[in-house]
């Protein structure tokens, strides 16, 4: 059974509770708590649902990608991905190694991005406290770095980053789940102290 008042399995007809040491008679006709309540009880009561998204689907997935858009950029496989007839050659020969070097050095940095993604999910699964701080810092280097890259490539290529409202719109996103995420964490920083 677990003990309502801390969590704690215990075996039947526990006289007391060896977490917490509060006497049990008076509490062995309670119904035992699920597990979702449990849950709750360890986290002091707050409900972390999104919180566990994260960390075993959202963190990982965003590595993922990140993964696929560092290894397309770096080798240029992204320009041939696009469907649009256009080999890397063909783009770099137009544009010239400018726009080579820029895709290079966005490739290794979203590699880099994506190993403090998988570094940032274990440090928040374990309630490592700075594991918010460091989630906190891979959102917003993930916006400088896009946000870079598109300066870059504007003043490399003349294309101008507003002229395809896709990046608009991730630089938007992303923004806008920062500050989602930076409400919800601030209600759960307390729980971050390991």
């Not at 991005?113 to 594991?131: D, E, P, Q, S």
């Not at 507003?162 to 719109?169: G, K």
């Not at 789940?177 to 971050?192: D, G, N, P, S, T």
Request: proline content about 3%; some cysteine.
């Amino acid at each position: 059974m677990y003990y309502p008042n801390c969590g704690t399995q215990m075996p039947e007809g526990s006289a007391f509770c060896t977490e917490c040491g509060t006497s049990l008679p008076q509490i062995q006709d309670v119904k035992p708590l699920r597990l979702t309540e449990v849950r709750q009880l360890e986290y002091g009561g707050m409900p972390m649902k999104w919180y566990n998204f994260n960390i075993y689907f959202r963190l990982w997935v965003s590595a993922a990608l990140l993964l696929y858009n560092g290894i397309s950029m770096a080798t240029g496989f992204v320009y041939e991905a696009a469907g649009n007839g256009m080999s890397a050659a063909f783009v770099y020969g137009y544009y010239g190694n400018g726009l080579q070097v820029l895709d290079i050095l966005y490739g290794l940095l979203a590699l880099a991005l994506a190993a403090g993604l998988v570094y940032t999910r274990f440090r928040l699964a374990k309630l490592r406290a700075n594991a918010v701080k460091c989630y906190f810092a891979a959102l917003a280097v993930n916006i400088v770095l896009l946000i870079v890259y598109l300066i870059g490539v504007w003043a490399v290529t003349g294309i101008a980053p507003w002229a395809d409202i896709s990046n608009i719109s991730n630089i938007a996103g992303a923004g806008i789940m920062l500050c989602i995420e930076l409400a919800y964490y601030k209600k759960r920083k307390h729980l971050f102290v390991n």
